[in-house]
């Protein structure tokens, strides 16, 4: 065994305060990440699905919103009512388009 260990610096300048300092920008991703959905949030969405229950299904932010009383392919404004885990509940407030799907 050998009477000295070979220590690795500790001194790193990406967990430094040099880092904070920097003219580089920081790409670690912290920056990016999108502010989570809360209740009263007013959000534009185009539903593309429907559950079993009829209510339209739209993706936003990799989390899915569920809008009552919509149709598939049309874009609504919504106001964001209830946030579940990754589930979020919305009511219409304005119709931006109207389907171009004619159901029989």
Same mark, same amino acid.
């Given at each position: 065994?050998?009477?000295?260990?070979?220590?690795?610096?500790?001194?790193?300048?990406?967990?430094?305060?040099?880092?904070?300092?920097?003219?580089?920008?920081?790409?670690?991703?912290?920056?990016?990440?999108?502010?989570?959905?809360?209740?009263?949030?007013?959000?534009?969405?185009?539903? /593309? /699905?429907?559950?079993?229950?009829?209510?339209?299904?739209?993706?936003?932010?990799?989390?899915?919103?569920?809008?009552? /009383?919509?149709?598939?392919?049309?874009?609504?404004?919504?106001?964001?009512?209830?946030?579940?885990?990754?589930?979020?509940?919305?009511?219409?407030?304005?119709?931006?388009?109207?389907?171009?799907?004619?159901?029989?």
């Amino acid at each position: 065994m050998a009477r000295h260990r070979r220590r690795k610096h500790t001194w790193n300048p990406y967990t430094s305060e040099i880092k904070r300092l920097s003219i580089y920008p920081d790409m670690s991703g912290r920056e990016r990440e999108e502010k989570p959905l809360k209740p009263g949030d007013v959000i534009e969405v185009i539903v /593309n /699905n429907m559950d079993d229950r009829g209510r339209g299904m739209a993706g936003y932010r990799g989390m899915r919103v569920i809008v009552f /009383n919509s149709s598939v392919g049309s874009k609504y404004r919504v106001r964001i009512v209830r946030v579940s885990g990754n589930t979020a509940y919305a009511e219409i407030l304005e119709t931006l388009s109207e389907s171009a799907i004619e159901y029989k």
